[in-house]
């Protein structure tokens, strides 16, 4: 499963779909998928010139929203910190602004072929078959399309006449970004089908057309059939066939709560868009977008290559040398982005060619990149976090600083195994820095570190909330960037909102269906037949924690890692409670399983991402990795068994546990 990142493209890819979020070597992902359409049917001028016509406007308005969300809670920031005066407005402005990143923010991802799906299945299928798997992805992603915007209409229809509380402007407004969201996406699947699978479409669109209209004509003889478990049995099925088989996991969970819906006729087909609209209609998740934007300028200012001199001063002499410098390099650009795949793009990028020149295994640091990213999901910011405290009743600020130490232990555990291969191969130290090389990099770091100062002492000390927190690190950062060390252009800047737009919508748009999915799961009542599972085990604490965690890692591997969070943690926490673990503890646990899910080798989306930043091979990577899991999976387990980890600062804090 991949996104944002991964193998470049061979020739025999070429009679495939493009690698959806996976750029060909030296090229965007948008100039892969010209690329392969090209090879496929060149496209008329009048298509050429509408699609580019489609994307600027996509892009000016994403941009437009990025820096108006910014300007809103940023300037609420100032106005209330400086003149005790807070814009009572805010909070409409912002969630109508997170709607629309969400869901045309998500339609953009998928035009540039952002989002995440599964090829390790797909990938040894034969050529003709494959493109067959292809184009019913398509079709199907063409179907949610024009059915999601169909029942989305009567909701506006419903919501024309009702009035905001504050602002006063038609609640239909909220709804409208969903509608414009499925139309974008229609259109980009029709262009696809059109363009880059014709030759397959008409051996493969009259059978799907058929076989979906006869299912709608034939509802009433099938439908007892799905009484009962059957509806939440075909919708699972159904679910991990099509994602298996080519469909992108976020379109995969709204296929599988639209079969359920329609199948059970548990509610009506408008709870469709109306759950996905509810799953992001969240003021907290607004710090998704400032957490990834500060992460891109921490790339694109120097400001990564700054913190990572600084750790390299201070502990590259360890047995292991840049392999240490990065699990510590991990950990304190964790504490800033927010958003793993960034932070394995900052510090991936800034090592990668230090390492070639000290003759380090490129595939070593590969895996030594991934493991250290799974040990970053609980520091401190966390986009995984912030969605657990988004679903659930826990704390945001009490998983903050839960985070902090069970990061640390996991850290130390891949450091420890570091120290003994480098042992075992017999690899030289580096030389200690001396005195003034620890201070010049001292001074080059204070800078960035006040990044994460501000991130973390805002929330601590209660003086903002994450969102508004995360706006004043993005601030600074530009400051940082742009105006103090003068490596932030406005045209890097600006190319550095547009892919911060397309990944907070295709987050935002992923949390939208995995919410729908999550809805059906529960009106399905599975979580009282979970609870029934549970019990088998008689209630020992410790087993029921560590089958979670197997849940979890199996789910965070198919479902991306979000998703598996979404649906899974309104699901598991309330049995966990009740039968005594604590939940913040608890939710930490499940933040690191989903972690070492999304990093497994060979199929996790996040290993993919690694290998293709540290430009080596997946079966190589893999194989170094293999005691690296083993490692992640013991720390995760010391985690898991010892409360105290997690509890002990948050204790200390006073936060609520």
Request: some cysteine.
């Amino acid at each position: 499963m991949r996104h944002d990142g991964g193998e470049g493209m061979t020739d025999s890819d070429s009679d495939a779909q493009p690698r959806v979020g996976i750029p060909c070597t030296g090229k965007s992902d948008r100039d892969c998928h010209a690329q392969e359409s090209e090879k496929l049917l060149p496209l008329p001028t009048l298509l050429v010139k509408v699609d580019a016509v489609i994307d600027t406007t996509l892009k000016a308005l994403l941009v437009a929203v990025v820096l108006a969300e910014l300007g809103v809670i940023f300037s609420h920031v100032v106005s209330r910190s400086a003149f005790n005066a807070a814009f009572v407005w805010t909070d409409e402005a912002a969630r109508l602004i997170l709607m629309t990143l969400g869901f045309i923010g998500g339609a953009f991802a998928y035009r540039r072929g952002e989002h995440a799906f599964i090829r390790f299945v797909i990938d040894v299928l034969p050529a003709g078959l494959r493109r067959a798997c292809y184009t019913t992805a398509e079709l199907l992603i063409l179907m949610l399309a024009i059915t999601t915007g169909i029942n989305a209409l009567p909701l506006i229809v419903a919501r024309w006449s009702q009035p905001s509380p504050i602002l006063g402007f038609s609640m239909a407004w909220f709804a409208f970004p969903i509608l414009a969201s499925m139309f974008l996406i229609a259109v980009t699947a029709t262009e696809r089908l059109f363009v880059q699978y014709r030759s397959t479409l008409w051996g493969v669109g009259p059978p799907f057309g058929a076989l979906v209209l006869a299912l709608i004509l034939t509802r009433g003889a099938w439908r007892p059939w799905l009484a009962g478990e059957g509806a939440l049995v075909v919708s699972i099925s159904l679910f991990f066939l099509t994602v298996l088989f080519g469909l992108p996991v976020s379109f995969g969970l709204q296929l599988g709560a639209l079969l359920y819906l329609y199948g059970s006729g548990t509610a009506p087909m408008v709870a469709l868009p109306q759950k996905m609209i509810s799953g992001i209609d969240n003021f907290i998740l607004l710090a998704i977008p400032f957490f990834i934007l500060a992460a891109k300028i921490m790339d694109k200012g120097g400001v990564s290559l700054r913190l990572v001199r600084f750790v390299q001063a201070f502990v590259g002499h360890l047995r292991g040398g840049l392999f240490q410098v990065m699990v510590v390099s991990m950990y304190i650009v964790s504490g800033i982005s927010g958003s793993k795949v960034a932070d394995v793009a900052a510090v991936g990028s800034v090592m990668r060619d230090m390492l070639r020149r000290e003759g380090y295994n490129l595939e070593q640091a590969t895996a030594v990149l991934a493991a250290s990213a799974v040990m970053g999901e609980t520091v401190p910011p966390s986009i995984p976090m912030l969605v657990l405290g988004s679903v659930t009743s826990i704390s945001i600020g009490a998983l903050f600083i839960g985070g902090i130490i069970p990061a640390a232990v996991v850290g130390v555990c891949l450091m420890v195994l570091i120290y003994f291969q480098a042992r075992k191969s017999k690899a030289r130290c580096a030389p200690r820095a001396t005195l003034r090389e620890m201070a010049t990099a001292s001074l080059g770091g204070v800078l960035p570190l006040l990044m994460l100062v501000i991130l973390l002492g805002g929330i601590v000390l209660g003086i903002a909330t994450p969102t508004e927190v995360s706006s004043v690190a993005v601030v600074y950062g530009i400051l940082l960037a742009g105006l103090f060390y003068r490596e932030l252009g406005l045209r890097e800047f600006l190319r550095g909102v547009v892919d911060c737009a397309a990944t907070a919508g295709m987050i935002l748009f992923i949390l939208a269906t995995s919410s729908s999915f999550a809805w059906t799961l529960t009106v399905s009542h599975l979580q009282q037949r979970i609870v029934t599972i549970m019990t088998s085990i008689h209630g020992s604490h410790w087993l029921f924690m560590l089958a979670t965690v197997g849940v979890l890692v199996v789910a965070g591997v198919i479902l991306e890692g979000l998703p598996a969070l979404v649906i899974f943690a309104p699901l598991l926490l309330p049995i966990a409670t009740q039968i005594g673990i604590n939940r913040l503890h608890y939710g930490i646990v499940l933040v690191i399983a989903m972690g070492v899910g999304a990093f497994l080798p060979p199929i996790g989306s996040g290993f993919f991402i690694t290998c293709a930043l540290c430009e080596t091979s997946i079966e190589g990577s893999t194989r170094k990795m293999i005691p690296f899991v083993i490692v992640l999976l013991i720390g995760l387990v010391l985690v898991a068994l010892i409360p105290w980890f997690t509890l002990y600062l948050p204790m200390k804090m006073k936060f609520v546990v």
